[in-house]
């Protein structure tokens, strides 16, 4: 997507396409190096008007984001790591997403720590967040946002953390603190993704525990933010 930024751009978006991106090797890819890292498209995709972006937390997710995307008149495009799924058993159906819709995977009666998890870090998200008694939520859009849920949590809980397997600079978590601003909460925010660096070649899980988006990495960061709230 980096080399065909112009075509994306002026030839599919500015005429408002009906094409369906698929991006495969997106987020941390392990061995194939710092060139391949899919570090960036979240943070130039989503800036360019007409596009819908989706990530999967899952096989299934996966699926019926490709059904959605596939029907859906304008541009899509569904980002997925390199590798295979977590192995979960679905079955295939033609069912379709409502954009820009989220699912809630686990609720709080605590309303301290709401996660908003951006693709398949899901996992890592619900185990991190149960020491928190967290709200977990699967995004699943990153454009369009889900608003309904952003305003609901910044009403009642504490903090508010994003995951993402994109550069956290203009990333998903950047889009949720954009439409925070527009509102009048004071919910703390933590956003959790790659920092403002290249990313070298090495094994994929060993990767997210050195950018501290394993389960552990995770809750360690929610535990040091809330000490300072």
């Known amino acids: 997507m980096q080399r065909a930024y112009d075509q994306l751009i002026h030839d599919v978006a500015l005429q408002d396409l009906d094409v369906l991106f698929a991006l495969d090797r997106a987020g941390l890819v392990g061995l194939d190096g710092a060139t391949h890292q899919g570090a960036f498209d979240l943070s130039f995709i989503r800036c360019i008007p007409n596009m819908i972006i989706m990530a999967p937390s899952n096989e299934e997710e996966a699926w019926q984001m490709l059904n959605t995307g596939y029907d859906y ?5 569904i980002r997925y790591p390199r590798g295979s799924g977590i192995g979960i058993d679905f079955k295939k159906s033609e069912e379709k997403l409502e954009i820009g819709k989220s699912h809630t995977v686990l609720d709080s009666d605590k309303k301290e720590v709401v996660i908003f998890s951006f693709g398949t870090l899901l996992d890592s998200a619900v185990k991190a967040g149960k020491k928190f008694d967290a709200k977990i939520v699967d995004m699943r859009f990153i454009k369009p946002l889900d608003h309904k ?9 504490k903090l508010v953390v994003t995951i993402e397997d994109n550069v956290i600079a203009g990333g998903a978590g950047s889009a949720v603190n954009e439409y925070l601003l527009g509102l ?16 070298e070649h090495g094994d994929q899980e060993q990767q997210k525990i050195l950018n501290g988006l394993d389960a552990a990495g995770i809750e360690k960061s929610i535990e040091e933010k809330l000490k300072l709230i």
């Open 149 to 157: 849920i952003i305003e609901e949590v910044s009403k009642d809980y």
């Open 184 to 199: 009048n909460t004071n919910v703390k925010v933590l956003n959790l993704g790659l920092p403002d660096e290249f990313i």
């Open 73 to 77: 008149k304008g541009p899509v495009a």
